[in-house]
């Protein structure tokens, strides 16, 4: 087995044109050892050894991933991509998601850290001075934390310095979720097309990972139930966030009518067609959802008149739990369908006694 590599970084001087950071290691990757060295870029890109030093660690994390024990953090987490960040392990959304913060934030300030030198106090201040939300820095933790767990289980380490590292994952405000009324104000201003996705977003709770990377062939109109099968992620089809998402998920009458309106008039309408397809790629993709929230959902919210804070929220922020919330429970539909939901997506909210109200009302509420 290969050992672990101090390598070595520094500046070479160039006798036409600016300096240049190179990098020299030896490859045993052939069985012989090989003397090996790669320019990192100018001395006018990267100004001084810090910066040459944060742009060499994928590099130098690439050349110990097959070598022994990990000596750190970037060696440690190059040994964490190689064998859990593994589309058989995790998701693509989780794995592209841990990459741009092992990027971005852990390995530019950690990685050159030996492993033993990470103390718990060092780590909760530097979460302190990032500018992120709670949730972020709490992810942050988060994958550290299991990191070292990794480091334990390959018994490199007895003690996980993160473990006592304190966050919070509080909110800094509420979410600004629409009422009833609000909603179906939001409803009566957009397209066929987009009238249809809010009310599948908003009636099902799906994620919109799930919701574009639906096709027709998904749709069971005769048991009024669309599966879910599948999401996308920044364009990459693949397997949901979970299993227990791949499962039939009720529609309503007046969603699965809408959703027919727009099959109608969509230009893809074959079974193996997305139902909100991109037409600038001749549906071959679906559509982006940020870029429906930006084009058409906000500009509604503010023809609506609705708060100026609703109109900048988060993607299909429409929360089915906060629309069951003001439904009346009253026809066999309505229970069924939301003690489904509930048990499929481990929701907070609780079926509870509500007043009686008329199906119509309902059927208002979601025209």
Known sequence: MSRF??????????????????????????????????????????????????????????????????????????????????????????????????????????????????????????LDSLALAPSSKAKL??????????????????????????????????????????FQSLAEQLSVRDRAMVLLAGSTGLRRSEMIALTWADLDTGNMEVNVLRSCVRNRIGKTKTESSRRPVPLHPIVLSALLNWRSE?????????????????????????SVLKKSIRPALVRTGLRASKSGGTAFDIRWRRICERLALTSK??????????????STFTLVPYPSRSEMQIQKLLR
């Open 5 to 126: 590599q101090q390598e070595s970084l520094f500046k070479l001087v160039r006798k036409s044109g600016p300096g240049v950071w190179v990098f020299r290691w030896y490859d045993n990757s052939s069985g012989m050892r090989k003397y090996r060295k790669q320019i990192i870029g100018s001395v006018v890109e990267l100004r001084n050894r810090r910066e040459a030093e944060n742009a060499v660690m994928p590099l130098r994390s690439s050349i110990n991933a097959e070598a022994g024990t990990p000596r750190r953090v970037c060696d440690l987490a190059a040994h964490y991509r190689l064998h859990e960040l593994t589309s058989e392990r995790k998701a693509f959304s989780t794995i592209e998601g841990h990459q741009a913060l092992f990027k971005r934030y852990i390995e530019p300030r950690w990685g050159h850290f030996r492993l033993s030198a990470v103390r718990t106090i060092q780590v909760e201040e530097w």
């Open 141 to 182: 933790k988060s994958i550290l934390s299991t990191m070292y767990n990794h480091a334990i289980r390959y018994e490199w380490l007895t003690f996980n310095p993160i473990s006592r590292v304190r966050t919070s994952s509080k909110r800094l405000r509420d979410k600004d979720v629409l009422t009833p009324e609000e």
């Open 266 to 290: 969509s230009l893809y309408a074959e079974e193996a067609d997305f139902l909100f397809p991109s037409i600038r790629l001749r549906g071959a993709r679906p559509l982006s959802p940020d």
């Open 333 to 346: 539909w309505h229970r069924n369908y939301c003690a489904t939901q509930v048990a499929g997506r481990r």
